[in-house]
């Protein structure tokens, strides 16, 4: 087997790149496993503006290869992978693919993101791909000149409602809240109130996707009335939060009863060597501003393990050891 | 792989014999261009097995929808103009390419 890396990262969303950056400019052997395309769920969102410096034109993708470009650029190997297996105890930890490869590394760093919370009601599993998504960027090209509603009030369900206004005929927004609260930052509240193109159900759930083959229609449920009411609708698209990506770290790393990993303010877990960035992370604001800082944070923390793990090196706790 | 578009479609597919596996796709699907190089190694791994085609639902969105394909990346089987068998977004992530060869070599029979 190789050389272990000194720095092996789970995820290539912005936390896992930052990271990667950071790693192989302290010249630290530096890889990250990614299953699908480098830029995590950043990547799949087409209206991002709230990124310091990206403002004009920018778009999540394209944001997301510039980090990627930039971890590589620095010497950072992207390893396309999907882990399933991990040994984290021990100084030299092993992380296993779904192919079966085994990587070896001095430290690890956790980034494997979230996904798309799923309503939980009925006709949403089976029509998924039919008319229920949860990616824009992905379908809605298909809702042209048709009638959607988006379920869902924070940043994302409002800048994607924006997004769809671009395609679909109307774009109704279901509110769980009173009239005129949103969770969203108030820049996009304005712009959506503004938009002719979207209608808003307010103190209201999704309560049923209709549709035999693709979706007709949709089933609302007043909260303060309970009165029930039926909607002519092509497309749902569901922003309601996220799950953490961690089942694959059940019984590896402390995790929250939300299945969030919990670190300290290096990103430490329990586990010494193991980091944790990103979404997947118990934190107070998942962001990719954030996601990078906790990858930076994460790589740097790294880089002072390995260092404490240097024969004649004096560390911080060797001095204040000295000064006890 | 073959291209699909609205011209060839019925005769690629709908009128054509044995089995067919397309790939509906886009190029601002980011989940189905991080598939893209995993369904084109399964074509060339299985050639000659079944007729492997593509289809970009840009420029193509009704044909799309008449397939009832509302969501991608989707891969469906066809099997005498018919379609026998599809996966969404979410089977897709479930099984992986794994799960869509293994389905290969149910309907093809026998296995490789």
């Known amino acids: 087997m190789s050389q272990p890396y000194d720095i092996l990262i789970v995820g290539a969303g912005p936390g896992g790149l930052t990271a990667g950056i950071y790693g192989s400019r302290a010249r630290l052997k530096t890889a990250i496993i990614e299953k699908g395309r480098a830029g995590g769920q950043a990547a799949t969102t087409m209206e991002m503006e709230n990124y310091p410096g990206f403002y004009e034109k920018t778009t999540g993708p394209g944001v997301m290869d510039q980090f990627a470009a930039h971890a590589t650029h620095f010497g950072t190997e992207i390893i396309k992978g999907q882990v399933t297996d991990l040994d984290l105890s021990g100084e030299i930890k092993k992380v296993t693919t779904k192919t079966g490869e085994t990587y070896q590394a001095r430290t690890v760093i956790l980034s494997p993101g979230a996904q798309p919370r799923t309503l939980g009601v009925k006709g949403e599993g089976q029509l998924r791909g039919k008319g229920v998504s949860y990616c824009a960027t992905c379908d809605a090209d298909f809702f042209e000149e048709l009638d959607v509603v988006v379920v869902g009030n924070g940043d994302a369900a409002i800048e994607e409602a924006m997004y769809l206004t671009k395609f679909a005929e109307t774009v109704t927004v279901i509110v769980i809240h009173n009239e005129g609260v949103l969770d969203c930052n108030k820049m996009s509240a304005e712009k959506a109130m503004k938009n002719p193109k979207i209608k808003w159900i307010w103190n209201s759930v999704l309560d049923e996707i209709i549709g035999d083959e693709l979706v007709e229609g949709v089933r609302v449920k007043n909260i303060k009335t309970s009165e029930i009411s039926d909607l002519d609708v092509n497309g749902v698209f569901v922003f309601i939060g996220s799950v953490p990506n961690t089942d694959f770290l059940q019984g590896k790393v402390a995790l929250n009863k939300w299945g969030y990993i919990t670190t300290n303010d290096k990103m430490e877990t329990n586990i010494p060597g193991v980091y944790a960035v990103g979404d997947a992370r118990e934190k107070y604001l998942r962001q990719v501003v954030t996601a990078a800082a906790d990858g930076a944070i994460a790589a740097v923390a790294a880089e002072r393990y390995l260092e404490g793990h240097v024969e004649g090196r004096v560390t911080p706790e060797d001095l204040s050891k000295l000064n006890a | ?112």
């Open chain 2, 1 to 112: 792989m073959i291209e699909l578009t609205k011209e060839n479609f019925d005769a690629e597919v709908l009128q054509a014999q044995g089995l067919i596996f397309v790939d509906f796709w886009s190029e601002k699907c980011e989940p189905c261009m991080a598939l893209m190089p995993e369904v084109v190694a399964f074509a060339d791994k299985n050639a000659g097995r079944a007729k492997f085609c593509k289809l970009d639902t840009a420029g193509n969105r009704r044909l799309a929808i008449a397939q009832k394909v509302m969501g991608l990346p989707t891969l469906v089987f066809y099997k005498g103009g018919e379609k026998v068998f599809s996966f969404n977004k979410e089977a897709i992530e479930e099984g992986g390419i794994a799960a869509v060869q293994a389905k290969l070599d149910e309907l093809v029979g026998g296995g490789m």
